[in-house]
T-cell receptor, first 110, second 112 residues
């Protein structure tokens, strides 16, 4: 139990639709990162938020966007969904050197 | 850029066998190194870490030593259990960043 919760746990969307994934950080953690884990692969860094500002971005197109709220919870938004967006999306919160991961949201795009 | 390479799986062992999962990295500066474990249907759990050369991380019988001279961070366990069956990810975090770079994962299957 890491104290990081994500919702929903599973989601099915149609190509072209938009999706919002949510993450509740561990109490007091002011940094949240999002990762995409395709089947059989390691997680890939999407972006990070620190105190409500984007603080680093991986090699993902602008249709991947995010928000961090004053309570440090976070959202990942993906527009114009593509079939290749099907993956496990992981949120990690941190305060200092260690990142704590949620259980992820399994997104399937059909 | 920074990267992590780990041995492909699956690794199949009998209970009580010795485990080694190889991990090597490429990085500038002084990265921190991690092993994460992912059980079926779950997110990632930090297994152990090492933040500087020659540090040994250990947890639940697993160990890994940060070897800067060979740029390696191999995971070992002396006697595996069926409950250790999972996917293991080696990862690094570079200087001045919280971004983690992961290897592709190694699936471990332990049979009674």
């Amino acid at each position: 139990e890491t104290g990081v919760t994500q919702s929903p746990t599973h989601l099915i969307k149609t190509r072209g639709q938009q999706v919002t994934l949510r993450c509740s950080s561990q109490s007091g953690h002011n940094t949240v990162s999002w990762y995409q884990q395709a089947l059989g692969q390691g997680p890939q860094f999407i972006f990070q938020y620190y105190r409500e500002e984007e603080n680093g971005r991986g090699n993902f197109p602008p249709r991947f966007s995010g928000l961090q709220f004053p309570n440090y919870s976070s959202e990942l938004n993906v527009n114009a969904l593509e079939l290749d967006d099907s993956a496990l999306y992981l949120c990690a919160s941190s305060l200092g050197s260690e990142a704590f991961f949620g259980q992820g949201t399994r997104l399937t795009v059909v | 850029g920074n990267s992590v390479t780990q041995m492909e799986g699956p690794v199949t062992l009998s209970e009580e066998a010795f485990l080694t999962i190889n991990c090597t990295y490429t990085a500038t500066g002084y990265p921190s190194l991690f092993w994460y474990v992912q059980y079926p249907g779950e997110g990632l759990q930090l297994l152990l870490k090492a933040t500087k050369a020659d540090d040994k991380g250990s947890n639940k019988g697993f160990e890994a030593t940060y070897r800067k001279e060979t740029t390696s961070f191999h995971l070992e366990k002396g006697s595996v259990q069926v409950s250790d069956s999972a996917v293991y990810f080696c990862a690094l975090r570079g200087d001045n960043t919280d971004k983690l770079i992961f290897g592709t994962g190694t699936r471990l299957q332990v049979f009674p």
